[in-house]
């Protein structure tokens, strides 16, 4: 006895569009990224660039370290080099050291102070020769002349003056040396803000190459990750299109309804032996075939 099955399917050109659809997508989900694909979509690191290795270098010279080396690819600081030892500061406080202490006066002393003495002097001693020739007239006016009283004149006069010359030297040493004493402060103070000064301004320069130099990491990391997204976008977008292929076809099977068709097989047994296996697979086929099954219709 003939047995008819009817089974339902799709207009004819949805399901070859289905299953050109499955193809592609087979097709396309059996290739693997390639290598530099992966390397394009993974995250990169932007490498350290010249205003930051500036600022580092500058930093490491104001720390009397030496010479930096860095990495060619990532930037980043591989090797220091040997330094002086000698901070940036430390010249003016080496300069200040020489600017204290009991001797520390001498080299402010004014070269030419000996000569302001010998001057002052020599002018003094005219002076006092003139002052003396006064004595031996005021004697002989007074009627001593040649006797004790001109004697003791003269002694006193003498000896008062060379008291006087030796506090009017005295007075020009102190001077003098008062004089380098304030110079030796001043230059040991000066030194000392120098010291203070410097590290201030390569602290401020250092800073600025920094800032300079993290801007520009930021913005090189930007173009990294652009890249990064761009490839990405590159690969995903086959998918994108498959995916817009898919959505279509699936709800133009959503809108049509399926065409049944009719076929009669003879079992090869006998009138109520067990159906054949390929009236089993159609029957089957009749309710999960089709890009209907395949979609979710």
Request: no cysteine.
């Amino acid at each position: 006895m003939a047995e008819q099955i009817t089974i339902n399917r799709p207009a004819p050109y949805l399901e070859a569009a289905g299953q050109t659809y499955l193809d592609l997508l087979t097709k396309r989900v059996g290739q693997a990224p390639t290598s530099q694909e992966l390397t394009a979509m993974s995250p990169q690191i932007a490498g350290q660039g010249q205003f930051t290795q500036a600022a580092q270098q500058a930093a490491a010279r104001q720390a009397g370290l030496g010479a930096l080396t860095f990495d060619p690819t990532t930037g980043s600081v591989t090797n220091i080099g040997a330094g002086t030892g000698i901070a940036g500061y430390e010249p003016f406080l080496q300069q200040a050291q020489q600017y204290s202490g009991p001797n520390a006066y001498q080299q402010f002393m004014s070269p030419y102070q000996q000569d302001v003495i010998n001057t002052t002097l020599s002018e003094f001693d005219r002076q006092r020769q003139i002052q003396a020739q006064a004595i031996p007239a005021s004697a002989i006016q007074s009627g001593a002349f040649g006797g004790g009283r001109e004697g003791v004149q003269r002694a006193e006069f003498g000896a008062l003056s060379d008291r006087n010359r030796a506090a009017l030297q005295a007075q020009l040493l102190q001077q003098g040396f008062g004089q380098a004493q304030q110079a030796a402060q001043l230059g040991f103070a000066q030194q000392g803000q120098l010291a203070t000064l410097q590290p201030t301004l390569a602290g401020q320069q250092t800073q600025q190459l920094g800032a300079i130099g993290t801007q520009n990491l930021a913005y090189q990391q930007a173009l990294l990750d652009a890249q990064r997204q761009t490839a990405q976008f590159a690969y995903q977008e086959p998918y994108q299109r498959l995916g817009v292929l898919g959505s279509g076809i699936t709800s133009l099977l959503a809108g049509q309804g399926s065409t049944p068709y009719s076929q009669q097989l003879t079992p090869t047994g006998g009138m109520g032996q067990q159906a054949s296996p390929l009236s089993q697979a159609l029957q089957s086929a009749s309710t999960v075939y089709g890009l209907g099954s395949i979609f979710g219709k």
